[in-house]
């Protein structure tokens, strides 16, 4: 069976040299807290499953800078790495791959023009394809929406793109469904409601996708505290935990949080 | 030294950098030439009749330094290619060094397997030195081998039913994981096995 992952996500800003790892809520109140590759091998030691590096900057000429961060990375950390922000065509695909990525996520590009999933799948196989989902709770307009019923009441869920800047009316459960059928590996679940809050995970949306698609759930959004992927890991069927912030500010080592899992009963993989 | 067969279908950072890490010397090989090679490592990218075509003009050489007894490691593909043939790539020949065929995942199981499982030893190897049952492995594949002698077989996995994770046969060795994504536990395998080619 295979173990349940936690991800350590760097939002990297690329406009200085060797790049920096930021956090911010909503683009407010930024913070630093460090060199990409140096927390990275910090979180790999510490015991990540993965490490998703993200291009907040995600313009043309700071993406060599990206690929930079990969190819240094890559000489100290020995998990996969995954990067995304601003992947939007094959090329940009490739040049990550080629860099030392084993996977792209893609969200924006991924929207105007779903064929992408299929062309990065069949080039590099779909697990190098995550498809980044940020959705968002709608109580209104229920109509032709896949709906579920919520503790707050009935909602859909709308995809959000440009790190949550721009909305698109797109219904986020079924495109879901439709990634996996494009050849997604898997999906990157982003409560846009949960994000930077600190409440835990939406399990409500993360139940729902988890329960719809057969590939890999990454829930996303919200955590706080190894509580939090617990009741993630224990009420849904999501694959892997992310989470930026908690690690990012020593507030809970990657080892804690898997000890935890662990005596809980949670099949996680822990390393000495 | 340790060659690295680059048949050029990815990048080989990732295996590079870990048997450096490992304490190895290793160089990536374009050409079929493996003098000086005290050990052999081809790894895994692409499907199997790609690879097997790609790898055919190393296949005289590979099996020249396997026949005076140099250790090749194969990893996932790399692994599958050492089979007679593959469900992937009906009619393509594999290098048949290990008897026996590789086959698709089982329905019911999402494919490919993706992620960490865990490890269950059949037999002591010494590419496996400080690897203990239940050890996890970073694991990417569809297809699987299927050795016609199980000894063949050093440890497996469960997924969906049990799968060859490690397959060796004299100086021949298979890895279904990838060793160079499995943190510590994988970089022992790899430091195993650049301790091997110096003896």
């Known amino acids: ?65 990206m690929f930079d961060v990969i190819k240094k990375t890559s000489e100290h950390v020995f998990v996969p790495l995954t990067v ?16 030392g990525a084993d996977k792209v996520t893609v969200n924006t590009a991924a929207l105007r023009r779903p064929e992408l999933i299929r062309e990065i799948s069949e080039s590099y196989g779909s697990q190098a394809v995550v498809v980044a989902i940020d959705a968002k709770r709608r109580y209104q307009d229920l109509d032709g929406r896949i709906t579920i019923n919520t503790e707050s009441g009935r909602c859909w869920f709308e ?47 993360t139940s729902a996708v988890s329960g719809m698609v057969r590939i890999p759930v990454i829930a996303s959004g919200g955590c706080a505290s190894p509580e939090h992927m617990y009741e993630v890991f224990r ?37 000495d | 030294m340790i060659a690295i067969v680059d048949y050029g279908m990815g990048n080989l950072f990732s295996i590079y950098n870990a048997l450096l890490k490992a304490g190895g010397d290793p160089e990536i090989k374009r050409e079929p030439d493996f003098a000086g090679a005290a050990g052999i490592v081809i790894p895994g990218v ?20 396997i026949a005076e007894g140099t250790p090749v490691l ?28 590789v086959v698709r995942l089982p329905e019911g199981v999402t494919v ?58 004299e100086n021949i060795y298979g890895t279904q994981f990838h060793p160079e994504k499995s943190g510590p536990k994988g970089l022992r395998i790899l430091e195993n096995f650049v301790r091997m080619v110096r003896c």
Request: hydrophobic residues 40%; contains cysteine.
């Open chain 1, 1 to 65: 069976m295979l173990a349940r992952r936690i991800i350590p996500c760097l939002d990297c800003d690329l406009g200085v040299p060797d790049g920096r790892v930021v956090k911010g809520i909503e683009f407010k109140q930024i913070r630093y807290a460090g060199v990409p590759w140096e927390l990275a091998t910090r979180y790999y030691e510490d015991g990540a499953d993965e490490i998703v590096f993200l291009d907040i900057t995600a313009s043309h000429e700071r993406r060599a800078t």
């Open chain 1, 84 to 99: 995304g922000g601003g992947i939007s065509s094959l090329e940009d695909a490739r040049n990550a791959f080629n860099a």
């Open chain 1, 159 to 205: 995809c959000s793109c440009y790190g949550g800047r721009r909305f698109t009316g797109v219904d986020a459960l079924a495109w879901a469904r439709r990634v996996e059928e494009l050849g997604a590996g898997e999906i990157l679940l982003t409560s846009m409601d949960r994000d930077g809050t600190y409440d835990g995970f939406d399990i409500e949306l």
């Open chain 1, 235 to 271: 009420r849904t069927g999501a694959s892997a935990a992310l989470a930026a912030s908690i690690f990012h500010f020593n507030q809970w080592s990657i080892r804690d949080c898997k000890r935890y899992l662990h005596e809980r009963g949670i099949n996680v993989r822990i390393t």
């Open chain 2, 46 to 65: 692409g499907s199997f009749g790609r690879c097997m075509e790609s790898l055919r003009r190393f296949q005289e050489p590979l099996e020249q330094r």
């Open chain 2, 74 to 101: 194969g990893i996932c593909i790399g692994m599958q290619v050492m089979m007679e043939e593959s469900e992937e790539s009906p009619g393509a020949r594999g290098f048949g060094w290990i008897p026996g065929r």
């Open chain 2, 112 to 169: 490919p397997q993706m992620g960490w499982n865990s490890l269950e030893i059949k037999r002591n190897l010494e590419l496996l030195d400080g690897i203990n049952p239940g050890d996890m492995f970073y694991f990417v594949h569809s297809y699987h081998c299927v050795p016609s002698d199980k000894t063949a077989v050093v440890a497996t996995t469960h997924y969906g039913v049990e799968i060859a994770a490690v397959v060796a046969e």
